[in-house]
């Protein structure tokens, strides 16, 4: 049982809508699975907290899965989330790490993720429809990112902070994240005031490392506890939908010819699931039965 969690919080007198969620376990599980380095942990770490962060968003069934591409070594970089606190996600390249810190002493994230490229998320809101939107990577930092990407592709004027401590290991010190977003009515002497908060708040990373809850990071964007008025708490955690029924069904609609290929030249199959790394592996036997089954 994972001890991460997300808020959901109205501040303001309902004007502006936060959420925050500790992720240091999540992000620890992907890293282990995909062994990342230290940028590369970071990179994905502040992905899939961003991408859980808009999952909370959503309702019922709908998911959404983002997809950072940038012109960095780390190369793209795939989230997935639901409603329900469920995430996963990879990278093109696990093993990028720099040796030398950017200039405010932190990883370099920016470099590793690079600065041109785009971010798109494609929204799956159940019945078949589906919503995608896109934009320019504007920093590579992740957070301001999805900050742009929220104010130009959903009009929603936002501000993500994401962050992740990572150990001389590679291990996950801290991770987690919040998003703020302006709702209808938020005056100027709001705007003012949480521009302000957040020109002075510490980092995210720092802020969970010290005992920060995503309560308590509600409460400093809001100007203290007595503003805030909680809606919701769930758990979130890493997990993937990935089954050996799933993959079987893929090589079924690989076609007889695929299948048989398979069998005459592996006598078997092997598959990984790019979000998990779990491996499935097929028989002749079963390959023989989906050949049956395919076209």
Same mark, same amino acid.
């Given at each position: 049982m994972t001890n991460d969690y997300l808020v959901k919080a109205l501040a303001y007198d309902g004007l502006v809508r936060i959420y925050a969620v500790t992720t240091t376990e999540t992000i620890g599980e992907a890293q282990r699975r995909h062994d990342t380095?230290?940028?590369?942990?970071?990179?994905?770490?502040?992905?899939?907290?961003?991408?859980? +962060?808009?999952?909370?968003?959503?309702?019922?069934?709908?998911?959404?899965?983002?997809? =950072?591409?940038?012109?960095?070594?780390?190369?793209y970089i795939v989230a997935d989330s639901d409603a329900e606190g469920k995430v996963r996600g990879y990278v093109a390249n696990p093993h990028v790490h720099f040796n030398e810190l950017n200039s405010v002493g932190k990883l370099d994230v920016r470099r590793g993720v690079g600065t041109q490229g785009t971010l798109s998320v494609?929204?799956?809101?159940?019945?078949?429809?589906?919503?995608?939107?896109?934009?320019?990577?504007?920093?590579?930092?992740?957070?301001?990112?999805?900050?742009?990407y929220l104010? &130009?592709?959903?009009?929603v004027n936002s501000a993500v902070g994401v962050g992740v401590l990572v150990n001389p290991d590679d291990t996950i010190e801290a991770a987690g994240g919040f998003i703020l977003q302006l709702l209808p009515?938020?005056?100027?002497?709001i705007i003012a005031q949480l521009e302000k908060i957040l020109k002075d708040l510490p980092t995210v990373s720092r802020m969970?490392? &010290?005992?920060?809850?995503?309560?308590?990071? =509600?409460?400093?964007?809001?100007?203290? %506890?007595? &503003? /805030?008025?909680? +809606? %919701?708490?769930?758990? /979130? *955690?890493?997990? @993937?939908?990935?089954? *050996?029924e799933r993959f079987g069904n893929a090589i079924i609609s690989l076609g007889k010819d695929e299948i048989q290929a398979m069998i005459d030249e592996d006598h078997g199959a092997e598959a990984e699931?790019?979000? @998990?790394?779990?491996?499935?592996?097929f028989?002749?036997?079963?390959?023989?039965?989906? *050949? +049956?089954?395919a076209k």
């Open positions: 380095w230290s940028v590369s942990s970071a990179a994905l770490g502040r992905t899939m907290t961003a991408t859980l +962060l808009m999952g909370a968003m959503q309702k019922g069934d709908q998911k959404l899965t983002v997809k =950072i591409e940038g012109d960095g070594p780390i190369g494609v929204k799956d809101l159940g019945f078949g429809e589906k919503f995608t939107g896109q934009t320019p990577i504007v920093s590579g930092e992740i957070g301001e990112d999805f900050t742009y104010a &130009n592709s959903e009009q009515g938020a005056t100027e002497k969970i490392d &010290n005992g920060e809850t995503p309560e308590s990071i =509600i409460a400093k964007l809001a100007g203290g %506890e007595e &503003n /805030v008025q909680i +809606l %919701e708490k769930s758990a /979130v *955690k890493f997990e @993937c939908t990935c089954s *050996k699931c790019h979000f @998990c790394r779990n491996k499935f592996t028989t002749e036997d079963e390959l023989k039965e989906f *050949k +049956l089954q």
